[in-house]
């Protein structure tokens, strides 16, 4: 069974950078897509990018220039950084995995998510 | 970017009630169209992926429809553990976008 687990600071000082990482388990992390989607409280889900094992990326153009994803293979985990963060920022943060094949880029497999405040 | 529409944005229905929820997207995405049913404080799950197609152990009662730029999950006769939130999500082109979610509610 597949199972992706986030880690990092849940607390961020305002212009600093928010990091996280994503660890999988269960299955390699090789050829598939891996997202990061966030949700602030009581409010849905934005898809924030995304990441391929060849470290090829697709971010979403509504964070601009704010997002760096990598991936390292070696350890099965990839990781996020949003810099310059605000108190929009906070959010539970997901990582994901987008389904192959058949699965037409589903999001078969979540974390259980990290709550991420964004405060001075 | 494509939108994502979903309606109702709530509603409320009783046990063993058939529910209906739409999502309209904004161009055409063939059927790469996903449903996802999400539980306070948890991860969204999915349910239907390729807009018709029934994820591994979810529940017979759950099904999907649509190709282009409209789409229905249908719950054909709720349960007590099926009041959440819905999400529908586009994965023909990035970024990414999810609707604006369905809330369930117990009548």
């Known amino acids: 069974q597949v199972q992706l687990q986030e880690s990092g600071p849940g607390l961020v000082k305002p212009s600093e950078t928010l990091s996280l990482t994503c660890t999988v388990s269960g299955d390699s992390i090789s050829s598939y897509y891996w997202s990061w989607i966030r949700q602030p409280a009581g409010k849905g889900l934005e898809w924030i990018g995304r990441?391929?094992?060849?470290?090829?990326?697709n971010n979403n153009p509504s964070l601009k220039s704010r997002v760096t994803m990598s991936v390292d293979t070696s350890k099965n985990q990839f990781s996020l950084k949003l810099s310059s963060v605000t108190a929009a920022d906070t959010a539970v943060y997901y990582c994901a995995r987008e389904g192959s094949g058949s699965y037409y880029r589903a999001f078969d497999y979540w974390g259980q998510g990290t709550l991420v405040t964004v405060s001075s | 970017d494509i939108q994502m529409t979903q309606s109702p944005s709530s509603l409320s229905a009783s046990v063993g009630d058939g529910v209906t929820i739409t999502c309209r997207a904004s161009?055409?995405?063939?059927?790469?169209l996903s449903w996802y049913q999400q539980k306070s404080g948890k991860a969204p799950k999915l349910l239907i992926y390729a807009a018709a197609s029934l994820q591994s152990g979810v529940p017979s009662r759950f099904s999907g429809s649509g190709s282009g730029t409209d789409f229905t999950l249908t719950i054909s006769s709720l349960q007590p553990e099926d009041f959440a939130i819905y999400y529908c999500q586009q994965s023909y082109s990035t970024p990414r976008t999810f609707g604006q979610g369905t809330k369930v509610e117990i009548k």
């Open positions: 161009q055409s995405i063939s059927n790469y």
């Open positions: 990441i391929y094992t060849s470290g090829s990326t």
